[in-house]
Structure formats: structure tokens, C-alpha cells
């Protein structure tokens, strides 16, 4: 698919990567292209490129087969290092979560529990997830974007980063009670990875946000 010729609207420029909004047949897309990085060897560059656009589409191809809610690959454009795919419609759960009640929060953050659960039951780590890479969509289906530092694993501490970060990222950027809500997502979580996946991969996440506290006093 050549995503050159193609008629789009810029979303966002990243550090790693422009989103644009496009139209493809009937369907509405965003185009993720990764950016030319000049500090780097052209060639080296390129490869990197490459292998981390057919590693991205890999995962969330990986993802949606396991059952989870992420975008679906329209295309790819390996001659522009580009993904298409469907366009989300809803709200960033950043933008949302403090808006909701009490209640209304912690049924979604249990929504957002058993679709982590789901990608790490597939093997898959999402790497960055926060609040800002979930897309609340009517009626309050949550979807899983950007996955851009995602792997393979099936390991706790690689799980355990992953419920670190989205716990740091509420409690960073949001005035819901952290507890609540973290306890809420691991209800979630358990319904889809299990009890045993959930405990290792809760315990691991304390063990990580331990660690990080004491170096911090350090």
C-alpha cells in the first residue's frame, strides 16, 4: 500500500513517529509513519525503521487475534515505514477518567484490566502504557493504541512494567483514588490472565514501584 499518494490530515508528530488521519475505500484510518532520525546512519536508520514498523504490526496483529480491543491493520507501507490502520472514534482515557464518578472509573479501569490481560496472555507487552494510550470508545469500550515498545514476553517483571507504568500514570495525571482504581484493574485483569498470572504479574508491580522509590531517595 503506498501511503504516499494518500490524502491525510496530520494527528500528532511524535519523537518517533507522525499520525495522520486518512480515508481508504470506505474506511477511516490513521497512518503511523515513522520519522528519519539525521543523528543516526542513514542505513542504520532505515533498518531500524523497518524492523520496528513490521515489529509494531506484528503485535497488534497478535493482539487483536488474542481477542483484545486494538486497532486492525488496514496496510502497510515498508517502502515509507508505515502502518495503516482503523481509526479509533472516543475520547483518550486521559482526557476522560476525571470526568466520570467514583464508580463510572472503576467499571472502565476493570474494562482496561481484562484487556491487558488479554494481551499478556497472548505474550504480548505493551511497554508504554498509560492512560494516554487507551481510547474510550462509545459505549465506553476501551481500545489499546500505540504499540510502538511492545514485545514478546511472558514474563512477571516484563508484565509487572507494564501495570507499574498504567498505576504511575494514574496517579500522576488524574484525581481518582490510585488504590481504587488499580484494585479495579486487577479484578479485570484476573477475569482474562488468570488468578496466578495476576498475582505474579500485581507482585511484580509492587516489587518495581519498591525499587523506584528507594533509588529515588538514594
Keep these: 500500500m503506498d501511503t504516499s499518494s494518500l490524502a491525510s490530515t496530520l494527528l500528532h508528530r511524535g519523537a518517533e513517529a507522525d499520525l495522520s488521519l486518512a480515508t481508504v475505500g470506505s474506511w477511516r484510518v490513521v497512518v503511523k509513519r515513522r520519522v528519519k532520525k539525521d543523528y543516526r546512519n542513514p542505513s542504520l536508520d532505515e533498518q531500524i525503521r523497518h524492523d520496528r514498523t513490521i515489529s509494531e504490526a506484528s503485535r497488534i496483529h497478535e493482539a487483536k487475534t488474542g481477542g483484545a480491543r486494538v486497532p486492525s491493520i488496514v496496510g502497510m507501507d515498508l517502502e515509507n515505514n508505515a502502518i495503516v490502520m482503523t481509526h479509533i472514534a472516543g475520547t483518550v ?126
Design 93 to 218: 482515557a486521559r482526557e476522560c477518567l476525571d470526568e466520570l464518578s467514583p464508580k463510572e472509573a472503576r467499571k472502565l479501569l476493570r474494562s482496561v484490566g481484562a484487556q491487558i490481560g488479554l494481551l499478556h496472555t497472548a505474550g504480548i507487552v505493551h511497554g508504554d502504557l498509560t492512560t494516554s494510550n487507551v481510547i474510550v470508545s462509545p459505549p465506553g469500550a476501551p481500545f489499546i493504541v500505540d504499540f510502538g515498545m511492545s514485545h514478546r514476553s511472558v514474563e512477571p517483571e516484563d508484565r509487572g512494567v507494564d501495570l507499574h507504568l498504567l498505576q504511575r500514570s494514574i496517579v500522576a495525571s488524574h484525581s481518582q483514588d490510585s488504590s481504587s482504581m488499580m484494585n479495579a484493574t486487577i479484578r479485570g485483569y484476573e477475569k482474562t490472565a488468570g488468578k496466578k498470572i495476576a498475582t505474579s504479574t500485581w507482585q511484580k508491580a509492587r516489587e518495581i514501584a519498591r525499587r523506584g522509590r528507594y533509588f529515588a531517595i538514594r
